[in-house]
């Protein structure tokens, strides 16, 4: 009987994400298999090849629970409080993701994965559900892929500057004094009051 495997899938592909996330697809597989605590053969056991290892480390095409949540959920009487949480969940997933999408679209050389870009996904779902929520009439008549849009594009926003602030290498009080850093649940919380006064039932 073969002895089960020390080492998990994930725990490689957290280490691979390190990598690649320091050094783009170029990050060598022997660093990876260092990091690991494995030889680099046994990584090629569990990935047939590096750009195999690469996106699945990447994990762009991961479905979030919140995605899920959207596709088939029904919309309640308590849809504002749904939508902060559908919100704070979508927030932790981009501010994520957005690094490593950002570092897959300006140095990586493999062909992306078959998927829909995550924006354009959730707008979809959010447009839906939102339609769903006006036809229980738990919120007002409203256009629901322009509310889906100012959500996504404003989470999308959020966290792309964040990521690209963490990047700059000197204080940004320095050419930005008054750029004041906001956490992701006020960000979240301030969006939804934002738009509730327009999509709140009468």
């Known amino acids: 009987m073969p002895r089960p495997p020390k080492i998990t899938n994930e725990e490689i592909l957290a280490a691979a994400r390190q990598v ?3 050094q783009g697809e170029g990050g060598s597989t022997v660093e990876i298999a260092e990091k690991a605590g494995i030889s680099e053969a046994s990584i090629f056991k569990r990935f047939a090849t590096k750009q195999a290892l690469f996106l699945a ?3 762009v095409s991961e479905t979030p629970q919140y995605a899920k949540i959207l596709s088939n959920q029904t919309p309640t009487a308590e849809i504002r409080s749904e939508l902060t949480e559908i919100c704070t969940q979508m927030v932790d997933f981009y501010q994520e993701m957005m690094p490593r999408v950002l570092m897959m679209m300006t140095q990586s050389k493999s ?3 078959p998927m829909v870009p995550p924006p354009i ?4 779902l959010i447009a839906r559900y939102i339609d769903r929520a006006i036809s229980q009439g738990h919120l007002k ?6 509310i889906a849009h100012a959500i996504v594009g404003s989470i999308q926003n959020y966290s792309v500057t964040r990521a690209v602030s963490n990047k700059i290498p000197f204080p940004i009080p320095l050419i930005l004094p008054k750029l004041k850093s906001i956490e992701p649940q006020t960000f979240v919380d301030n969006l939804i009051e934002t738009l509730w006064t327009g999509i709140a039932p009468d």
Do not use: H, V, Y
């Open 141 to 146: 008549p409203c256009d629901s892929m322009t």
């Open 111 to 113: 062909a992306l994965p």
């Open 20 to 22: 690649f996330l320091e």
């Open 121 to 124: 996904r959730d707008s979809q």
């Open 57 to 59: 480390a990447i994990g």
